[in-house]
C-alpha cells in the first residue's frame, strides 16, 4: 500500500516551453502533497505544500507564477513549470500525506521527475 | 528558522556499524525522520522518533535526544547495497525539513 506515482519519470524541454508533472496517490487519498526539487548531491528542498480544493502554499523564494500548482483532487497534484530555463533542471519529486494516517508528518514518496531543459 | 547538519560524506567496510549523526535546530518540533535514498530513486523511509530514545528496526536504529537537538541513524552488518545518501528531517510546521544528506560509500 501506498503508492505514489510520478508522470513522467523523464522528460527534456526546450527553454521557454512549459512542462507539467504529474502526481497520483494510487491507494490512498491524499489531502496534503508536497513538492521538492533536489539538485545534483543535495537535499531536497520543499517547494510548496499542496492541499485538495485549495491554494497551494510556496516556500520562501519559490515563485509561484513559474511554478503552478493544482490540488484538484484527492489523488492527484500536478505541477506545471512554466517558461523554463536551464537553471530549472532539476529532479523533483513529490510526496504525499495518506488523509486516514494517524502519523501527521508521514509522508510517502513518488519515484521522481527528471527534467532537463536545453 | 530551521538548521539541521549532517556530515556531507561516510566511508565504511562491508560488515561494519556506522553511525550518521544529525543535529537539529528548530523552533518547534514534532520528530525525527530518517530516509534512504539512492542516485535518481526517490527517499524511502527508515526511522522516526519523537521520543527520547533508541528505535531498533532490524539492521537500523535510529536515536533521539530532544534536549540536545541530536540524533543519529546506526546501521549494523554493512552490506555494499548499503551505499546510498541518508537524509535526515524535523517535522516542523506540518512540512519535513531535510538536512543536506550524508553520502556512504561502503567498500568491500
Known amino acids: 500500500g501506498a503508492v505514489v506515482s510520478q508522470h513522467p519519470s523523464r522528460v527534456i524541454c526546450k527553454s521557454g516551453t512549459s512542462v507539467k508533472i504529474e502526481c497520483r496517490s494510487l491507494d490512498f487519498q491524499a489531502t496534503t502533497m508536497f513538492w521538492y526539487r533536489q539538485f545534483p548531491k543535495q537535499s531536497l528542498m520543499l517547494m510548496a505544500t499542496s492541499n485538495e480544493g485549495s491554494k497551494a502554499t510556496y516556500e520562501q523564494g519559490v515563485e509561484k507564477d513559474k511554478f503552478l500548482i493544482n490540488h484538484a483532487s484527492l489523488t492527484l497534484s500536478t505541477l506545471t513549470v512554466t517558461s523554463a530555463h536551464p537553471e530549472d533542471s532539476s529532479f523533483y519529486i513529490c510526496?504525499?500525506?495518506?488523509?486516514?494516517?494517524?502519523?501527521?508528518?508521514?509522508?510517502?514518496f513518488g519515484p521522481g521527475t527528471r527534467l532537463t531543459v536545453t | 528558522g530551521q538548521n539541521i547538519d549532517q556530515p556531507t560524506e561516510m566511508t565504511a567496510t562491508e560488515g561494519a556499524i556506522v553511525q550518521i549523526n544529525c543535529t537539529y535546530q528548530t523552533s518547534g518540533f514534532n520528530g525525527l525522520f530518517w530516509y534512504q535514498q539512492h542516485a535518481g530513486e526517490a527517499p524511502t523511509f527508515l526511522s522516526y522518533n519523537v521520543l527520547d530514545g533508541l528505535e531498533e528496526k532490524g539492521r537500523f536504529s535510529s536515536f533521539l535526544s530532544r534536549s540536545k537537538g541530536y540524533s543519529y541513524l546506526l546501521l549494523k552488518e554493512l552490506q555494499m547495497k548499503d551505499s546510498a545518501s541518508y537524509l535526515c528531517a524535523a517535522g516542523w510546521g506540518g512540512k519535513l525539513i531535510f538536512g543536506q544528506g550524508t553520502e556512504l560509500s561502503v567498500k568491500p
Open positions: 510526496s504525499a500525506r495518506d488523509k486516514t494516517s494517524g502519523g501527521a508528518y508521514e509522508q510517502y
